[in-house]
C-alpha cells in the first residue's frame, strides 16, 4: 500500500480571514414575552434594545430597523412565537433569515438573552447562518390549512375510538357486523341506538344492500347490554364526530376555494398536458370533499396521482411543504437530502461508520414514505422496485429507498413540467435481469473467463 504523499511547506496557503457578508445585519432572540433585537454599534447608541411581543411594538421594532439602515435579520425558530414579526418583517421588505434552533445551538456562544441576540447579529453579519427553507406565502397558507385538516381527521379518528369503547361496554358487537362503524351501515345504527332503538331486529334491517353480513348475524351481534350511562357517552362522542367531520367539510371548502384563487400553471399552446385521468382505484378514507386532483393539475401543471402509491391527499400535502419552486435546490441530491432520504456518511480515519438515515420531522418525507409502503403489491415499475429492495435490504430500508426513488420523480415533474408513464414492472424486472448480465461478464472477465449464453436445444425430429 502506498503512503500518503505529505504536503510541503510551498503547498500551504495563508487562510483568509473572515469578511462581513452582511454588513446591514440584525438578530433577533424571541421570548413570549420580550424580544431582543441587536444591530451593528454604529447605528445606534443602544444597539441592543427589548420590545414587547404586542403588535403595536412589533411595527415600532420594525421602524427602528428601517431607521439603522437593516437589510437583513437573523431569527431563531422558537415554537410559533417567529410567526408575526416574520410576517411583518418580511410584508416591509426584510430579507429575514430563520435558523434552524438546532444548528444555531451547535455554535458555541452565551446564554443570556441579550448576548444571544448579539450572537445571532455577529454569525449573520460574517454569512455563517443558513436560512431554513420556506415556500412563498400563498403556498404557506394553503400548508396552514392542511396540516388544520390532518389535526381535524385526528380528532374525528379519537371520536370513533371512544364510540367503539362504549359500544364495547354495552357488548354491542357492532365492529363484528361491519368492518367499518363510520360507513353506512354503522352510522345508521349507531344513530338509531342513540335515538332509543334497542331492538336488534330492527336495527338490523338498517343493513346497507352491500354489507357481507346478513340481518341475522347483525342482529345477533347488536343484542347488548345497553345502560343510560354508556349511552350518554355514545351519543356524545356521536356529536363530536358529527362537529369534526362538518369542520372537515368546512375546510375543504376553504381549502378549495383558495386554489380556485390560485393562478393556474402557465404552458405554452403546444405544450399543454393531458388532464388527469379518472382512477378506478377505490377511494381512501378521508378524502377531499371537491374534485381535488383537477385542482392540484391546473395549479401543478402535471398529473402527480399519476404516480403509483400517491393519491390526491398525498399530492396535496406534498405540495403543500415543498411548494412548485424547485430551484430551491440546485440539484435533487439537494432535494433528498433536505427531505432525509438520503444516507449519511459518518467517517472516522478514512472508515465508513454509519450510512443511516437522519432523523427528521419533515411531513413530505412522511408522506413519501406512506406511499412508498403502499407499493408493496402493485404490478408497477415501482412495486418491482419496492419488491428488490425488500428481498435484498429489508422492509425498513426498502421503504426509504422507495421514497427516495419517488421524491425524485417528483422533483423532476414538478422542475420541468413532465408527466409520468409508468414503464411496468415488466420494463422493470428486464432492466434489472441486464444489469446483473453485464455485472457477472464484468466479474468474469476479470477472472480472465467468458460468460456463454446457453444454446437452444434442437428440437427431437424422430
Not at 61 to 68: F, G, M, R
Not at 232 to 257: N, P
Amino acid at each position: 500500500m502506498s503512503k500518503k504523499k505529505r504536503k510541503s511547506i510551498t503547498d500551504i496557503k495563508p487562510v483568509d480571514p473572515l469578511s462581513q457578508i452582511n454588513p446591514n445585519a440584525a438578530g433577533l432572540d424571541i421570548g413570549a414575552q420580550e424580544i431582543y433585537v441587536c444591530v451593528p454599534a454604529d447605528r445606534d447608541t443602544e444597539f441592543v434594545r427589548a420590545f414587547p411581543t404586542y403588535t403595536r411594538d412589533l411595527y415600532a421594532l420594525a421602524d427602528w430597523l428601517t431607521a439603522c439602515s437593516i437589510e437583513s435579520v437573523a431569527m431563531e425558530s422558537t415554537g410559533v412565537y417567529w410567526i408575526p414579526i416574520y410576517e411583518i418583517l418580511e410584508s416591509r421588505g426584510f430579507e429575514v433569515c430563520l435558523v434552524n434552533a438546532r444548528h444555531l445551538k451547535n455554535v458555541p456562544g452565551k446564554k443570556t438573552d441579550v448576548l444571544d441576540c448579539q450572537w445571532i447579529q455577529q454569525l449573520h453579519t460574517y454569512g455563517l447562518l443558513r436560512a431554513s427553507f420556506r415556500p412563498p406565502e400563498e403556498i404557506c397558507a394553503l400548508r396552514a390549512l392542511v396540516r388544520h385538516r390532518d389535526n381535524l381527521v385526528r380528532y374525528r379518528s379519537a371520536h370513533i375510538q371512544h364510540m367503539q369503547k362504549a359500544l364495547q361496554q354495552m357488548n354491542v358487537q357492532l365492529t363484528q357486523a361491519v368492518s367499518d362503524i363510520t360507513g353506512v351501515t354503522g352510522l345508521s345504527i349507531i344513530r338509531a341506538i342513540v335515538a332509543g332503538e334497542h331492538n336488534p331486529r330492527v336495527l338490523a334491517r338498517l343493513r346497507n344492500t352491500q354489507c357481507k353480513k346478513s340481518e341475522a348475524e347483525i342482529a345477533a351481534a347488536l343484542q347488548g347490554n345497553y345502560r343510560f350511562e354508556h349511552l350518554f357517552v355514545l351519543k356524545q362522542a356521536l356529536a363530536q364526530y358529527d362537529f369534526c367531520d362538518r369542520q372537515i367539510r368546512e375546510c375543504d371548502a376553504q381549502i378549495e376555494t383558495m386554489y380556485a384563487s390560485l393562478p393556474a400553471s402557465e404552458y405554452d399552446d403546444d405544450d399543454v398536458p393531458p388532464p388527469p385521468k379518472p382512477t378506478r382505484r377505490k377511494p381512501r378514507k378521508n378524502q377531499a370533499h371537491f374534485d381535488l386532483a383537477t385542482s392540484l393539475y391546473h395549479m401543478v401543471g402535471v398529473d402527480l396521482t399519476a404516480i403509483d402509491g400517491i393519491d390526491a391527499l398525498l399530492a396535496q400535502k406534498i405540495i403543500a411543504e415543498i411548494g412548485l419552486d424547485m430551484s430551491r435546490w440546485p440539484t435533487v441530491k439537494h432535494f433528498a437530502s433536505w427531505l432525509g432520504l438520503s444516507p449519511q456518511n459518518k467517517k472516522s480515519g478514512g472508515k465508513i461508520l454509519s450510512r443511516r438515515t437522519k432523523k427528521t420531522k419533515n411531513r413530505a418525507n412522511a408522506a413519501f414514505r406512506v406511499a412508498a409502503q403502499s407499493l408493496s403489491r402493485s404490478h408497477s415499475a415501482l412495486g418491482g422496485f419496492y419488491r428488490r429492495m425488500k428481498a435484498k435490504l429489508g422492509a425498513g430500508q426498502a421503504n426509504v429507498a422507495t421514497a427516495h426513488k419517488l421524491a425524485r420523480i417528483v422533483y423532476y415533474m414538478l422542475k420541468y413540467r413532465k408527466p409520468y408513464q409508468d414503464p411496468g414492472e415488466a420494463y422493470y424486472d428486464q432492466q434489472w435481469r441486464e444489469r446483473a448480465i453485464r455485472n457477472l461478464n464484468r466479474k468474469a472477465a476479470s477472472l480472465g473467463l467468458t460468460l456463454a449464453s446457453p444454446s437452444p436445444v434442437a428440437a427431437d425430429v424422430s
